[in-house]
């Protein structure tokens, strides 16, 4: 159940980032906060107005001074009186007017609360709140562009646009279903199908579109595996373009897992070079290949890195022979600076990729970015692209299964299910923007926002 504005405690954070800066600011969010100001400052600063204040503990002594800026309910982020206090950046300073803060009747934020109650007080809805944490978690350029369409609301247009249609198809077959007595049969209706089918086409176009928000999001993984000596490693750094790992004509330098983020065309990419697979007598080395194999099974992709100028057919059969059956592969010839062979793709099998690249001069491996972006079904961030989750694509995929099935359900005329299939489609949409959701979903999502946000 709800709570009223004057039912709910007064909450309080530092919304700067942890260590030294030249300004820090103190967050306050609560049917409180006049009253803190009044004892804070000495007076209740006029409404989105910068005043220059000192800022004073509770024995009246000045803890700092800075900018003070009042946004009074409903006018605010949160919805609620809202005071930032914007002093120097310095860890202590913050901390003591914190604590000031809370004497005065203020208690610490959670994770995520501010922007916790500006969804609870109709001022973002679940989508919109997501993609605040996403802008300030962009790795890219593109990533915050796209959390930005998202905050202003860009997604969440498009999935209600998509909710209305389908509460108008679905009050249609309701209607015809509370007038059996009618010689005319609504249900036979061909325009009844034709929506239902183009709606089908919308949510599809949707999911696609959410799909390339997701990996702005979350990215890929991509495992690099293979022999000792095939050049995992030197492909590691080629792709960071830094000296990541070391490079070693010693078999078995990696024993451990090295993860790496990088950015193809703002695609968050988490490449790990793994320890070389190899029988080995060594319990150290044996533990990386066994962290190896567990790091395949989680990728979204291997690659699998062979050495073109030695290993023979045999040997490389041998080798897929020992990835997870599941895994999706691509063949990476290495060292073509050796073996002649010319770069880029060499064949695709069986929707297997072959790439040919020299990590130790850098051909080829243009061929391979593009080859990742392709095979993850990443396109060049548009216009229309916004951020998005896992989540929305589970919603989004839940409401075309049911979507389908309501389709089956009007083409044999049973219109009570058909209608049923529909409402699950619509609560599905519906938890994207959080018009229906669940207690324990808001406290997942709220707890990976950070401390001021």
Do not use: W
């Not at 260590?19 to 049917?31: A, D, Q």
């Not at 950046?89 to 913050?94: S, Y």
């Not at 070079?273 to 962290?291: F, M, P, Q």
């Amino acid at each position: 159940m709800s709570t009223t504005l004057s039912d709910r405690d007064t909450i309080a954070a530092i919304a700067t980032p942890p260590g030294i800066g030249g300004i820090g600011i103190v967050r306050v969010s609560g049917p409180s906060v006049p009253k803190i100001a009044c004892a804070l400052l000495g007076h209740l600063p006029v409404a989105r107005y910068a005043h220059f204040s000192r800022f004073r503990s509770v024995d009246g002594s000045t803890l700092d001074q800075g900018l003070a800026l009042y946004f009074p309910s409903p006018h605010s982020f949160t919805g609620e009186h809202v005071l930032e206090l914007h002093g120097h950046g310095g860890p202590v300073v913050l901390d003591t007017l914190l604590q000031a803060v809370f004497a005065h009747g203020a208690r610490p934020a959670h994770p995520g609360e501010f922007s916790e109650r500006a969804f609870l007080n109709g001022k973002l809805d679940l989508a919109q709140a997501e993609a605040v944490a996403d802008l300030i978690e962009s790795a890219s350029v593109e990533a915050a562009r796209a959390a930005l369409r998202s905050l202003e609301g860009e997604f969440s247009k498009r999935v209600q646009a998509i909710t209305d249609q389908l509460i108008a198809l679905r009050l249609h077959i309701e209607a015809a279903l509370d007038f059996p007595e009618e010689e005319i049969n609504f249900l036979a209706d061909e325009n009844l199908s034709t929506q239902a089918q183009q709606l089908t086409d919308q949510i599809n176009a949707l999911r696609a579109a959410t799909r390339q928000g997701q990996l702005l999001h979350d990215g890929m993984t991509v495992v690099l595996a293979g022999r000792p000596n095939a050049g995992k490693s030197s492909l590691l750094n080629a792709l960071t373009q830094r000296d990541s790992a070391i490079v070693s004509a010693v078999p078995g330098t990696t024993r451990d897992v090295l993860r790496e983020r990088i950015q193809i065309d703002g695609l968050p990419l988490h490449v790990l070079d793994t320890a070389g697979l190899r029988e080995s007598t060594d319990a150290i080395e044996s533990e990386g290949v066994r962290r190896a194999h567990a790091a395949m099974q989680r990728a979204d992709r291997v690659l699998l890195v062979i050495d073109d100028s030695e290993e023979v057919e045999s040997g490389v059969q041998a080798l897929l022979a020992q990835l997870p059956g599941n895994v999706r592969v691509t063949l990476v010839r290495n060292k073509i600076d050796r073996s002649g062979r010319a770069p880029g793709l060499v064949a695709l099998i069986a929707g297997r990729a072959e790439m040919a690249i020299s990590a130790q001069d850098g051909r080829g491996l243009d061929a391979l970015r593009a080859h990742l972006k392709e095979c993850m079904g990443f396109q060049v961030v548009g216009e229309g692209t916004f951020s998005a989750r896992r989540r929305h694509l589970e919603a989004i995929e839940s409401a075309r299964v049911h979507l389908s099935a309501a389709l089956v359900q009007l083409k044999v005329q049973r219109g009570e299910l058909a209608a049923e299939e529909l409402r699950h489609a619509q609560q599905a949409l519906d938890e994207i923007t959080g018009k229906f959701t669940s207690d324990d979903l808001l406290g997942r999502i709220f707890s990976s926002f950070c401390i001021g946000k």
